[in-house]
Nanobody, 122 residues
Framework: QVQLEESGGGPVQAGGSLSLSCEAS????????MGWYRQGPGEQRDLVAQ???????NYADSVKGRFTISRINAMNTVYLQMSSLKPEDSAVYYC????????????????WGQGIQVTVSS
């Protein structure tokens, strides 16, 4: 199986910066994409940023220009640098990893970290 270890997060004042990191380990044959999602109280889990193996990146419109996602492929690690944080960025942030355990049929995985709280105070 694949495990995701998340770190970073915490409280910060509006306008401040925070970094999140996520390292995937375990039975990984090939990683397809890694990314970050967030979920506020009573809300659905939404994409924040995602990076695929080829380097393609998607950002939510609300974070473009403020958040930067990066990845070290060899280490199966993804980072999220967040700046100019706003109170509406407060949420639990979840790391996601999609890929394959092996080269055959039925080898795909789609795993989630346990989540990190980010709280931005005004």
């Amino acid at each position: 199986q694949v495990q995701l270890e998340e770190s970073g997060g915490g409280p910060v004042q509006a306008g401040g910066s925070l970094s999140l990191s996520c390292e995937a380990s375990g039975s990984i044959y090939a990683m397809v994409a890694m990314g970050w999602y967030r979920q506020g109280p009573g809300e659905q889990r939404d994409l924040v940023a995602q990076i695929n193996r080829g380097g393609g990146i998607n950002y939510a419109d609300s974070v473009k220009g403020r958040f930067t996602i990066s990845r070290i492929n060899a280490m199966n690690t993804v980072y999220l640098q967040m700046s100019s944080l706003k109170p509406e960025d407060s949420a639990v942030y979840y790391c996601n990893a999609r890929g394959y355990h092996c080269s055959g049929y039925g080898c795909s995985f789609d795993e989630w970290g346990q989540g990190i709280q980010v709280t931005v105070s005004s």
